[in-house]
């Protein structure tokens, strides 16, 4: 619309952005017009099938023609758009934590921890039932764990992240906090561990030496370097390198 700007919509799928503007959602479309295709922005209540609570909207096929000009009754409420855009921001953080090494299951405990994080800077005072939708976006999330990518056509989960940063201010920071206690919580499991002796290979001589001269370079000095493992016991183990 002519002096009117319309907002991004993700689409759950992550296939594509539609379009919010005044309650509405449209996509770019051709539709048959007078008899001939005619290429605009069409009302795209069909590609929303979610309710005001997060769930499924059942036997939902509704098409719908409409241009924003002609303004259609097919409503959809801020609480909608915001958990489109909170759906987006959990999978690219959960793919960014476990690029990263953490959640690499992306289990259910996994995503509502995420969710939770991030919940405040979407939607703070909005309620959903959230274990449904787990439920109902299940199959996305087993997806995700193969692909080890928000959606299917993602590029790289990284450009994702800075991305989703520049969308929505505060987003890396939560992300970036999030990783930093589970970095300092894993490491504080390790803290009994049991210390493995390393034996002096051609390898390890080449990981010191490339420390060593990584600490020289910043000016700094090499004190040593710590590997931590889980043996196929579950036991946990540290694996110590020093100059």
Not at 81 to 92: E, G, N
Not at 107 to 116: G, H, I, S
Request: proline share 3%; with cysteine.
């Amino acid at each position: 619309m002519r002096g009117r700007e319309f907002l991004q919509f993700p689409h759950f799928s992550g296939r594509k952005n539609l379009l919010y503007l005044d309650g509405h959602v449209y996509e770019n479309r051709v539709e048959i017009v007078a008899g001939k295709p005619c290429e605009g922005v069409y009302c795209a209540i069909g590609q929303v099938h979610v309710t005001d609570s997060g769930l499924r909207e059942k036997g939902c096929k509704r098409k719908c023609s409409m241009t924003p000009e002609q303004l259609c009754d097919h409503s959809v409420s801020l609480k909608i758009y915001a958990l489109h855009h909170l759906f987006r921001a959990v999978k690219i953080g959960l793919c960014y934590l476990k690029r990263k090494g953490f959640f690499v299951g992306m289990t259910k405990p996994n995503f509502m921890a995420v969710l939770k994080e991030l919940k405040c800077l979407y939607c703070q005072n909005n309620q959903y039932n959230f274990e449904e939708f787990y439920r109902e976006r299940e199959n996305t999330i087993r997806g995700m764990r193969k692909s080890n990518k928000p959606w299917a056509k993602s590029k790289s989960v990284d450009e994702e992240f800075f991305q989703e940063g520049e969308r929505v201010p505060g987003f890396m920071e939560v992300m970036l906090n999030m990783e930093k206690k589970l970095r300092s919580a894993r490491k504080a499991e390790f803290v009994e561990a049991r210390v493995l002796v390393c034996d002096e290979t051609p390898c390890v001589a080449a990981i010191r030496g490339h420390l060593i001269d990584q600490a020289l370079s910043t000016e700094c000095e090499f004190m040593f370097m710590e590997i931590l493992m889980v043996d196929l016991n579950g036991d946990k183990v540290k694996i110590r390198i020093e100059p």
